[in-house]
C-alpha cells in the first residue's frame, strides 16, 4: 500500500471517529406537570403519606428512594437563622401565578406569596394565611378565619376581600382570564362573601375537598385586590416569606427575607438564589460540584447522575428524595368513538399487548412504576403487588399476547389493522410512541407514528380527529377530581377520548362530594375498575421525579409534587 | 469609495426588507403562538379558548399582519424593538444584558481563531508535506469536525468526574467581576475558537501555498532573497488579503454560533434568550435578535468587501 493512500485512510478514519462521536446535545428535559397530594379537609386533616415505590418489578436501576431527608445532625437540631442557600431553577418570565402554566415560574412564584390553605412539601394540608376553618351544612359552607395582622410587601393589610378577589381573579371573574391551573375553582364555588376583614365564607355547590387541593396549589397565590396581571407580570405583590432581591433574567433571582413576614421566626434564610440552568449536565455538574445546594425539578434523574449522586448518598453528603410523578395519563390515549377503537375487545387486546417493564425501561431509564388509573402504590393507587398480578402487567408477556390476538381475531381484525399513531414531537413521547408502536405491532397493530407540534396537536386530539395517541397528559391538583372531572366524565374539559359512561359519571358525583377519606378511596377504586374495564387510555408506566439536596440543607421536604414545595421558608443551614 | 458605499448602503435595504419578511412571516407560520405557550402549558388542555383570546387580543397578536410587520419594523428603525410577548420586559433591555455576553465569546473565539489559526496555516504551508503539515492539518480537520457542543459537555464530564470542579455560573460580566469573567468564558472561548482556528489554518495555508507557487516568489527568490524576507514580506501580505476578509465575514456566524456553547457554560447571552423566545413564540425577541444578526451580516460584508478593496490595490471601487 503506497504512503499515499494510507495517509488517505488514516484521514478518513479521524474524520469517521470524529462524525460518529458528533451526537446531539443533550437537552434539558421539559417539565411535566406533577401531581399533589390531597387529603379530604376533615376536621383533623390527616397527613399524607407519600409512596414509596418498593417492590417495584424487576425493571433496571429500581431505586430505594426516600420520600424524606435523613438528618446527619440529632433529631432535636434547632433551625439556625442566616445564610444563603442556591438552588437550581428557570428564569422567571412572569409573577402572576394564577396565570401561567410554567412550573419554572410557579417554583419562584411561591416563595413571594401565601395560599389561604397549603401543603407544605406535599405532606399535609394546612391553613396558611387562615387560623382556622370550619364547614357547615353538610359542607356546602366553608368558613376560613384568617390570621390577624399579615400584610403585603408593600406594608399594605391583607383582608378578606382580597383573598376574595385573587379566587374570583382565578375563576376568571375578574378579567374574563381563567387561571389555568386553579381556574377548576369555578367548579365549585358558587358564590364568597367577607362579612369582616379576617372572615372569608365560601359557599359550593357540593361538599369539595378538591377545593381545598387546588387552593394549596402554587398557582392559587393570594393577591391584593385590584392587582391585575400585567403589574403581577413583571413584580410578585405577595405576603410570603420571600422579597425580591435581585433578578437578572436568564440568569438568577435573588430572594430575601421578607423581615415582616407573618409567621414568627420564619424564613430561617438571609436569602435563597434561584440560578438558571438551561442545560441537564451543566446542571447536574452544578450541583455535583456543590454550586447549587438544592436540585429539585420535574422529571427523572438519569442513571449517569444518579450514579454519581448514590456515591455522595453513601458518603452521607447529599440526600436523595425520590417520589411519584403522579403522571396518570401516561401511554396510549384512544379515540373511543373510531370505527376500530370503539370497539372494546380492541382496546382490551392493546392494553394487554403493552409491555410495562419494557416502557418503564426504555422510556425512563427504568425509573417508573406501572400505573392503572393512578401510580401503583401511590394513596390513590393499588398496591404495586395487587397491580403486577393483573392481566396486562404481568410478566413473562406470552399469557396477554396470546390472548391480545385472540380479541382481535374476536372483534375482526385476524389480519391486522394499519393506523396513525399520534405522538408530540417534545417532552419524550416520540420514545412513548416508539415503544408503543413496537408492543403493538406484536398483534398486528401496524402504526405509523406522525409527530406533530403540540398547538397543532392538541386542537386536534380535543375535536377527536385522531386514532390513537401515544403520550401523556399531566394534572396539577393531584385530586381526583380533576383526573375523573376533566378526562374521564361525559363532556370533561380535557375528555380527549369522547369516552362517556354513566356509572363514571355518577361514581364522579360520589366521590367528589365524599369528606370521608376512606368512602373516598373506596369509590375512586370503583371508578378505577371502570376505567380498566372500559380503558379509554391504555396506561403506561409513571415515571419518578428526584430531588437532591446536600445534607447541610435543613427543613426541606421533598413532598408530592414540585408545585407544593416550592415556598422554602422553613429552609436552614446546618453549617 | 464614497459612492460604493452609498450603493452598498441602499443595496442592502431591499435586502434587509426581504430578510425582516422572511423572518416575520416565517414565525406567523409556525404553529402556536405565545398566548398559547403561556396558559396551555406542557399537558396540555388547561387554557380556556377564551383566555387565550384575550390574551391574544392584549398582545396586539390579532392585529391584521401588514401592521404588525411595519409597526414592528418602523420601531427597530428607530431602536425600539418593543416588549417581550412572554415576560413585558423591554426587549431592548434584555438584549444589552446579553449581548456583551455573547460579544465577549464570540469576539473571543474569533480572536483566538485568528492568533493560532494564522500562525499554524503558514507553518503548515511552509513546512509542506512534512509532519509539521500533516499535524496541523490533521489538528484543523478535527477542530472542524468535532462539534464544539461535545467538547463542552466533556469538559464538564471530565472536570466534575475527576476535579469535582465546573466552570462558575451565573451572570458575571468582565466590568463586574473579571476574574470569575474569565474562568467563566475562557472554555466557550476556547472551544469556539478551536473552530475558528480550523478555518483559518485551512485558508491561510491553500492562500499561501497558492502564492508561493506565483512567479514573482519565484523571481523574489532568485533574486537571492532571504527566504524569510519572501515569506514575511512577499508572501504573507497577499496571502492574507482573503483571510482578512473572511475574518470579517465570519463575525456574522460566530454571533449565531454561540447558542449551543451559552447553553452548556450556562453563559445567559443572547443564544439563550433567542431559544426560549423560539420555544415559547416571543415573536418581538426572535424578530429582534434576527434583526440585529441580519444588519450584522450587512454591515459586516460591507466592511469585508471595503477591507478587501483597501489590502488589494488592484481593486477599486469608482
Redesign the interface.
Known amino acids: 500500500m503506497s504512503w499515499r493512500a494510507l495517509r488517505f485512510m488514516v484521514i478518513m478514519g479521524l474524520l469517521a471517529v470524529a462524525a460518529a462521536c458528533g451526537q446531539g446535545a443533550t437537552t434539558a428535559p421539559t417539565p411535566t406537570a406533577t401531581a399533589t397530594l390531597t387529603t379530604a379537609p376533615s376536621p383533623t386533616p390527616t397527613a399524607a403519606v407519600v409512596a414509596t415505590p418498593t417492590g417495584a418489578p424487576k425493571v433496571a436501576a429500581t431505586p430505594t428512594p426516600t420520600a424524606t431527608p435523613v438528618p446527619t445532625a440529632t433529631p432535636t437540631a434547632q433551625p439556625s437563622k442566616g445564610g444563603e442557600l442556591v438552588q437550581s431553577g428557570s428564569s422567571v418570565s412572569s409573577y402572576d401565578a394564577h396565570n401561567t402554566s410554567s412550573v419554572a415560574d410557579l417554583g419562584t412564584s411561591a416563595k413571594h406569596y401565601n395560599n389561604l390553605i397549603w401543603n407544605p412539601g406535599g405532606q399535609r394540608l394546612e391553613c396558611d394565611l387562615c387560623q382556622s376553618y370550619e364547614f357547615k351544612d353538610d359542607g356546602k359552607t366553608m368558613i376560613f378565619h384568617l390570621v390577624p395582622g399579615v400584610k403585603f410587601h408593600d406594608g399594605r393589610a391583607l383582608t378578606s376581600k382580597d383573598v376574595v378577589y385573587s379566587l374570583n381573579k382565578m375563576m376568571g371573574l375578574v378579567d374574563g382570564v381563567v387561571s389555568p391551573r386553579s381556574g377548576l375553582l369555578k367548579e365549585y364555588i358558587t358564590k364568597m362573601e367577607t362579612p369582616d376583614d379576617l372572615t372569608v365564607i365560601i359557599y359550593v355547590q357540593r361538599p369539595a375537598p378538591a377545593a381545598f387541593a387546588i387552593m394549596a396549589h402554587n398557582s392559587s397565590a393570594i393577591v391584593p385586590e385590584g392587582a391585575t396581571r400585567q403589574q403581577l407580570k413583571e413584580k410578585p405583590l405577595g405576603s410570603g416569606p420571600y422579597v425580591v432581591g435581585e433578578s437578572i433574567p436568564g440568569a438568577h433571582t435573588l430572594v430575601k427575607r421578607n423581615p415582616n413576614y407573618f409567621k414568627p421566626g420564619l424564613p430561617y434564610l438571609d436569602s435563597l438564589r434561584i440560578v438558571t440552568i438551561t442545560d441537564t449536565n451543566a446542571s447536574n455538574a452544578a450541583f455535583l460540584t456543590e454550586k447549587v445546594h438544592i436540585r429539585t425539578g420535574a422529571g427523572a434523574y438519569s442513571s449517569d447522575f444518579l450514579a454519581q449522586l448514590e456515591k455522595l448518598v453513601s458518603q452521607g453528603k447529599v440526600v436523595h428524595g425520590v417520589r411519584i410523578g403522579l403522571t396518570p395519563f401516561q401511554g396510549i390515549l384512544v379515540n373511543t368513538q373510531h370505527t376500530i377503537f370503539k370497539n372494546p375487545d380492541v382496546r382490551r387486546a392493546m392494553h394487554l399487548a403493552l409491555d410495562r417493564q419494557a416502557y418503564a425501561a426504555i422510556v425512563s431509564d427504568g425509573r417508573a412504576i406501572p400505573i392503572t388509573l393512578f401510580g401503583a402504590g401511590t394513596p390513590w393507587g393499588r398496591p404495586l403487588e395487587e397491580v403486577m398480578k393483573l392481566p396486562g402487567y404481568r410478566q413473562p408477556k406470552d399469557q396477554d399476547i396470546a390472548e391480545a390476538k385472540r380479541l382481535m381475531t374476536v372483534a375482526g381484525y385476524s389480519q391486522g389493522i394499519d393506523v396513525i399513531l399520534e405522538a408530540r414531537n417534545s417532552g419524550g413521547d416520540d420514545k412513548i410512541s416508539s415503544v408503543v408502536a413496537a408492543d403493538l405491532a406484536k398483534i398486528n397493530i401496524r402504526t405509523t407514528i406522525k409527530l406533530s407540534d403540540q398547538t397543532v396537536l392538541y386542537p386536534r386530539l380535543a375535536k377527536l380527529d385522531y386514532a390513537i395517541y401515544g403520550g401523556r397528559q399531566g394534572w396539577n391538583t393531584g385530586d381526583p377530581d380533576e383526573i375523573l372531572g376533566s378526562y374521564l366524565i361525559t363532556g370533561g374539559s380535557r375528555n380527549w377520548t369522547g369516552y362517556s359512561s354513566p356509572e363514571m359519571d355518577a361514581l364522579f358525583l360520589a366521590e367528589s362530594s365524599e369528606l370521608d377519606l376512606a368512602k373516598r378511596k373506596q369509590l375512586i377504586l370503583q371508578a378505577e375498575a371502570i376505567y380498566l374495564r372500559d380503558l379509554p387510555v391504555v396506561p403506561g408506566a409513571d415515571p419518578f421525579q428526584d430531588s437532591g439536596w446536600w445534607s447541610y440543607v435543613r427543613g426541606f421536604e421533598s413532598g408530592i409534587s414540585i408545585n407544593l414545595e416550592q415556598r422554602m421558608e422553613t429552609l436552614w443551614r446546618s453549617q | 469609495m464614497r459612492n460604493y458605499i452609498a450603493r452598498r448602503v441602499l443595496l442592502s435595504i431591499p435586502t434587509l426588507i426581504g430578510a425582516t419578511l422572511l423572518c416575520f412571516l416565517i414565525l406567523r407560520v409556525?404553529?402556536?403562538?405565545v398566548a398559547?405557550?403561556?396558559?396551555?402549558?406542557?399537558?396540555?388542555?388547561?387554557?380556556?379558548p377564551?383566555?387565550v383570546e384575550?390574551?391574544r387580543e392584549e398582545l396586539g397578536l390579532n392585529r391584521p399582519l401588514h401592521v404588525q410587520y411595519l409597526t414592528w419594523v418602523w420601531n427597530s428603525i428607530r431602536g425600539d424593538f418593543g416588549t417581550s410577548l412572554?415576560?413585558?420586559?423591554s426587549v431592548g433591555g434584555?438584549f444589552a444584558?446579553?449581548l456583551p455576553l455573547t460579544i465577549e465569546i464570540a469576539l473571543g473565539g474569533l480572536f483566538l481563531g485568528v492568533i493560532t489559526g494564522i500562525p499554524l496555516g503558514i507553518l503548515s504551508a511552509i513546512k509542506q508535506d512534512s509532519w509539521i503539515d500533516?499535524v496541523g492539518?490533521?489538528m484543523a480537520?478535527?477542530f472542524l469536525?468535532?462539534?464544539g457542543?461535545?467538547i463542552g459537555?466533556l469538559v464538564?464530564?471530565i472536570?466534575?468526574?475527576s476535579f469535582?470542579?465546573?466552570p462558575?455560573?451565573?451572570?458575571n460580566p468582565i466590568w463586574a467581576n473579571p476574574i470569575t469573567n474569565i474562568l467563566q468564558f475562557m472554555w466557550p472561548i476556547l472551544i469556539l475558537g478551536l473552530h475558528q482556528t480550523a478555518i483559518k489554518a485551512r485558508l491561510t495555508r491553500s492562500q499561501m501555498l497558492e502564492v508561493m507557487r506565483e512567479d514573482y516568489i519565484r523571481t523574489a527568490r532568485a533574486k537571492g532573497l532571504a527566504e524569510h524576507v519572501v515569506i514575511w514580506r512577499h508572501t504573507l501580505k497577499n496571502a492574507l488579503i482573503p483571510v482578512v476578509t473572511i475574518v470579517f465575514i465570519q463575525l456574522g456566524h460566530v454571533f449565531a454560533g454561540t447558542v449551543?456553547l451559552e447553553?452548556?457554560?450556562?453563559v445567559?447571552g443572547m443564544g439563550?434568550?433567542f431559544?426560549?423566545a423560539i420555544r415559547?413564540r416571543d415573536y418581538t425577541i426572535v424578530q429582534g435578535y434576527l434583526f440585529i444578526i441580519a444588519v450584522s451580516f450587512l454591515v459586516f460584508n460591507i466592511i469585508a468587501d471595503l477591507v478587501y478593496g483597501w489590502l488589494d490595490p488592484r481593486i477599486s471601487y469608482s
Open positions: 409556525i404553529p402556536g403562538d398559547e405557550m403561556i396558559l396551555e402549558g406542557e399537558g396540555g388542555g388547561l387554557a380556556q377564551r383566555s384575550i390574551l412572554q415576560t413585558g420586559r434584555e444584558l446579553r500533516y492539518r490533521v480537520i478535527l469536525s468535532i462539534p457542543f461535545w459537555v464538564l464530564l472536570g466534575v468526574r469535582n470542579w465546573m462558575p455560573i451565573g451572570y449551543i447553553a452548556v457554560f450556562n445567559s439563550t434568550l431559544i426560549e415559547f
